[in-house]
């Protein structure tokens, strides 16, 4: 049987498709929980490139950002500090700030196309707001239509870049996740050797039932959940509890599947299998974990949403109050000043950091995420870490 490991259903996405359903919610389809024999995680590469899309778009965003920010002369009256005096100077934000409009926007501007068709407005649609008011205001701006104080350049470089960081740490984030259910899937054997009359024959692990007998030869793995009838060992159960000593366990013992016998051969009796291993309900948690939305996440989520209309609502405010007293010159300038101003850089920037660096250090506090809405205290998923054996 080939050691095939093929990510849990998730299906994949480039950077745009990605940000097109930027609900903070599993991206991908949320996989069964592990079967033993057969599971396959193929998967991986895909989290891997994606996050090297985004990782190269940040970057290339950045460098363009450069030379929009250095040139535009609203940042240089604002910083203090003069332009050459050249006619090509004041084309160089608008030239490149298009590019990156178009290049490093699209994700933002299909994610809030995606919003509005679902008719949930959310972090999406307000960068895509933002970003394309900036744009359109800043056009108008460099070709002398609309106010010079409505020259957005630099603005629009520095949100995109800043959306885009997040974004990468974010997909970062969710393959951490992948990866780990792909070390869950590799512990457990191609192969179980059972015990059949008196002869052992090779098997699936999925084809075990509880009673059989098999056995577990010197270094290699348990393939389901059971209890010792024969024969003593050293367990090495590090990639289960995380405890890095192995611990001895006799006859009447419990073994956990994925936990690897490093001195002797046993006979095991199996007591569960498939999805009823010890194994099987870690994978479900971290499974869980990333296809749930984490507290933090939803509350971005629906805070965008009401900042969406907020700032939809603010801006007519913003023009009705102008016009009214006789300015509407300045109801432009002010509307579009509200529009550009109400996207949530901070937000778009944290919640992802906040996310990630929870997911980092939970391990190191013995913590696993059981759902994306709370962080607990490793739980004993399996009585036998807990179990003295007998002697």
């Not at 009214?324 to 579009?336: C, F, K, M, Q, S």
Request: overall charge negative.
């Amino acid at each position: 049987m080939n050691n095939q490991h093929t990510h849990h259903g998730a299906t994949e996405a480039t950077p745009h498709e990605y940000a097109g359903h930027h609900d903070h919610s599993v991206h991908g389809e949320r996989g069964a929980p592990m079967e033993h024999g057969g599971h396959g995680h193929a998967g991986q590469g895909g989290h891997g490139d994606h996050i090297g899309q985004f990782r190269r778009l940040f970057w290339i965003m950045l460098v363009l950002a450069i030379p929009v920010v250095g040139f535009n002369d609203m940042f240089a009256q604002l910083i203090g500090y003069t332009l050459p005096d050249a006619d090509w100077v004041r084309w160089v934000s608008p030239v490149l700030g298009t590019v990156m409009y178009f290049w490093g926007g699209w994700p933002f501007l299909t994610g809030g196309f995606s919003e509005i068709r679902s008719r949930k407005p959310g972090m999406m649609l307000l960068i895509a707001l933002a970003i394309t008011v900036a744009f359109l205001a800043s056009w108008g701006a460099s070709l002398q239509w609309l106010s010079h104080e409505l020259n957005f350049w630099w603005e629009l470089a520095l949100l995109v870049v800043i959306m885009l960081l997040g974004h990468w740490i974010e997909m970062r984030s969710l393959a951490q996740t992948t990866s780990a259910l792909d070390s869950l899937a590799a512990l457990i054997p191609d192969e179980a050797e059972k015990i059949e009359g008196d002869g052992v024959v090779k098997v699936a692990p999925t084809a075990l039932a509880v009673g059989d007998i098999v056995i577990v030869r010197p270094g290699a793995s348990v393939p389901a959940d059971g209890k010792i009838i024969d024969g003593s060992a050293s367990m090495d159960e590090s990639m289960v509890t995380g405890e890095s000593r192995t611990v001895s366990r006799g006859v009447g013992g419990h073994v956990v599947a994925g936990t690897i016998s490093t001195d002797s051969g046993l006979r095991i009796e199996v007591t569960a299998t498939g999805e009823d291993t010890a194994l099987a309900g870690i994978q479900r948690l971290v499974t869980d974990a990333q296809a749930s939305s984490s507290r933090a996440q939803r509350i971005a989520d629906t805070a965008a949403g009401w900042l969406f209309w907020f700032a939809l609502s603010a801006a007519v405010i913003t023009a009705l109050v102008w016009s009214l007293i006789g300015l509407p010159d300045e109801a432009v300038v002010r509307t579009i000043t509200v529009l550009v101003i109400a996207c949530p850089h901070a937000l778009g920037l944290a919640i992802p950091l906040v996310v990630s660096i929870a997911t980092e250090r939970a391990p190191a506090a013995e913590c696993s995420s059981k759902t994306g809405s709370h962080w607990s205290l490793r739980a004993p998923l399996m009585q036998s870490s807990s179990t003295k054996p007998a002697h």
